[in-house]
């Protein structure tokens, strides 16, 4: 029996992308074996399936999701792809400084890759290298680059180029930036376009996708066996791919703070886009600690986003992710404070999604303590668009058991346990959110936060461009 994909309660990317007619794939069913089983059919794990099937077309790849591929935060993110050269000090900590600077090539080559991937398979994920500026909406916040592109500088690295407030003007339309850093290999693309056709793709290599399959159960054995409610997967290999839901894998659930970003846009909005100058330009984030980002897309919406949302009891518990985003008047004085011309416009559609943020704003990757063949990737941390591509390599390489320059790579690490149990971890993060929140709108009144503000806020894990400096524990 076919199900037809559900449109219906989406976020307007998944409505965009899912066709009339599309339906869904089968549900794991029965008592099945595969080579590698991937759980979790995000952008993280369908890209490590296609760089299994391009390294060996012939192995079986099955992907077990509990939703459709795309559900979860890859079909609802903000399409930023983002070099991560912002987080060059952290990379640097765990991957030494050739391999922070070989990776953070390779994250800054993605974007290019990506473009071109889609255009090989015939993907129209909407593609459009704009670049993105790092800005500061308050004096408090100028010069926030600075500690970076000094780091990045002094080993001849420069991957930003400064711009002033009215450069920034002249490009976005809007005044209220008043200095930036502007990284010219950055991009926006489609969420659910791109997830969508990855999918198509995977398929058509052959990797066998069950929908609709949660795994309820993990068999740490060899081969592993994940359960589901009606069937079994067994494989040599398994490689969980879960993004915020690894907090429902005990060993990883340490390791993880879930707290949600909200996303939301206008109607088509052509002309006013036109007049402000800002029909196509670079996508915008600010300075604060929980960032707000800025873009448009590619039929001409205004498309604002926030973090530091909902934070998950225990990791997710309940449903609270799902549907239209709590945060519309939050996202709305952002819109107010960053481009006031858009302050009025009514929002189309809004919606939010998990974060898996690490402590150091980088992912994890390596096998589960005491389980070889089952491997976990995750702690994308709100920057996953642009890195799944390059990460699925570490995988792919640990999964085929490769020692190369993926497998040995420093983000190949064990589990951080840096989180305390329930409820203390939801509790505490609740008060790390009021003081990051107080921070940051103190800070856009160019006032300075009290120490207790200060030092609770600097406890935040990684986001899209600060992270916690950590040594590397091996
Ligand atoms: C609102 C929002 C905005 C964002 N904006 C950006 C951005 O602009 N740029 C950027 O780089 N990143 C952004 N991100 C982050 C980005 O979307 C993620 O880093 C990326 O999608 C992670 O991919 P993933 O495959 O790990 O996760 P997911 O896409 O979440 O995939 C995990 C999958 O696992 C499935 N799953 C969970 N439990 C089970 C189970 N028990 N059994 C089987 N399957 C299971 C889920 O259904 C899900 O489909 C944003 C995220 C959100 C929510």
């Known amino acids: 029996m076919t199900t037809p994909t559900r449109r219906d309660g989406r976020c307007l990317w998944l409505r965009q992308a899912i066709q009339p007619g599309e339906v869904d794939a089968p549900v794991l069913a029965g008592n099945l074996t595969a080579d590698i089983c991937i759980v979790g059919g995000g952008l993280?794990?369908?890209?490590?399936?296609?760089?299994?099937?391009?390294?060996?077309?012939?192995?079986?790849?099955?992907?077990?999701?509990?939703?459709?591929?795309?559900g979860g935060a890859s079909g609802r993110n903000s399409g930023m792809v983002l070099s991560q050269w912002a987080k060059f000090a952290a990379l640097r900590a765990f991957c030494g400084e050739a391999g922070a600077i070989a990776l953070g090539h390779a994250f800054a080559a993605s974007a290019g890759n990506i473009e071109r991937f889609c255009k090989a398979h015939g993907i129209d994920a909407e593609f459009r290298p704009d670049g993105w500026i790092w800005g500061a909406t308050?004096?408090?916040?100028?010069?926030s680059w600075n500690g970076i592109l000094q780091n990045?500088?002094?080993?001849?690295?420069?991957?930003?180029?400064?711009?002033?407030?009215?450069?920034?003007?002249?490009?976005?339309?809007?005044?209220?930036?008043?200095?930036?850093?502007?990284?010219p290999t950055a991009a926006t693309l489609h969420p659910g376009k791109l997830v969508r056709g990855l999918r198509r793709v995977a398929l058509a290599k052959g990797v066998r996708i069950f929908e609709n399959s949660r795994m309820l159960k993990l068999e740490r054995q060899n081969p592993a066996i994940v359960r589901t409610a009606k069937g079994t997967m067994r494989s040599p290999?398994?490689?969980?791919?879960?993004?915020?839901?690894?907090?429902?894998?005990?060993?990883?659930?340490?390791?993880?703070?879930?707290?949600?970003?909200?996303?939301?846009?206008?109607?088509?909005?052509?002309?006013?886009?036109?007049?402000?100058?800002?029909?196509?330009?670079?996508?915008?984030?600010?300075?604060?600690?929980?960032?707000?980002?800025?873009?448009?897309?590619?039929?001409?919406?205004?498309?604002?986003?926030?973090?530091?949302?909902i934070i998950g009891f225990g990791g997710l518990g309940t449903n609270r992710f799902e549907g239209r985003s709590i945060r519309e008047a939050d996202i709305r004085s952002c819109v107010s404070r960053g481009f006031p011309a858009f302050a009025d416009l009514p929002f189309a559609d809004s919606w939010c999604g998990p974060i898996d943020r690490t402590r150091s704003g980088l992912p994890l990757f390596g096998p589960l303590p005491g389980s070889p063949n089952i491997f976990y990737g995750?702690?994308?941390?709100?920057?996953?668009?642009?890195?799944?591509?390059?990460?699925?390599?570490?995988?792919?390489?640990?999964?085929?058991?490769?020692k190369d320059e993926w497998s040995s790579c420093g983000l190949v690490r064990p589990p951080e346990r840096w989180l305390p149990p329930e409820p203390i971890r939801y509790i505490g993060a609740h008060m790390l959110r009021h003081a990051i929140r107080r921070k940051d709108r103190l800070e856009q009144e160019n006032r300075v936060p009290g120490p207790l503000v200060r030092a609770l806020a600097a406890m935040a894990p990684g986001g899209i461009t600060t992270s916690t400096i950590i040594s590397p524990r091996r």
């Open 44 to 70: 993280a794990g369908l890209w490590t399936a296609l760089d299994l099937k391009e390294r060996d077309p012939s192995c079986d790849v099955a992907i077990v999701e509990a939703d459709i591929c795309g």
């Open 138 to 143: 308050c004096e408090k916040h100028v010069g």
């Open 152 to 183: 990045l500088e002094a080993i001849g690295l420069h991957p930003f180029k400064r711009v002033t407030g009215p450069e920034i003007s002249a490009l976005c339309g809007t005044d209220r930036f008043l200095a930036g850093i502007h990284d």
């Open 237 to 309: 290999v398994c490689i969980l791919t879960l993004n915020a839901w690894s907090t429902s894998v005990p060993e990883l659930r340490p390791s993880i703070l879930v707290i949600a970003s909200d996303d939301s846009v206008t109607e088509p909005v052509p002309e006013l886009l036109e007049k402000m100058g800002y029909l196509r330009r670079p996508l915008m984030g600010d300075s604060q600690t929980f960032v707000t980002g800025f873009r448009t897309t590619a039929d001409h919406r205004f498309q604002p986003g926030i973090t530091g949302g």
């Open 378 to 402: 995750f702690g994308f941390s709100g920057n996953g668009v642009a890195t799944t591509p390059v990460t699925a390599r570490i995988l792919a390489s640990l999964a085929l058991d490769k």
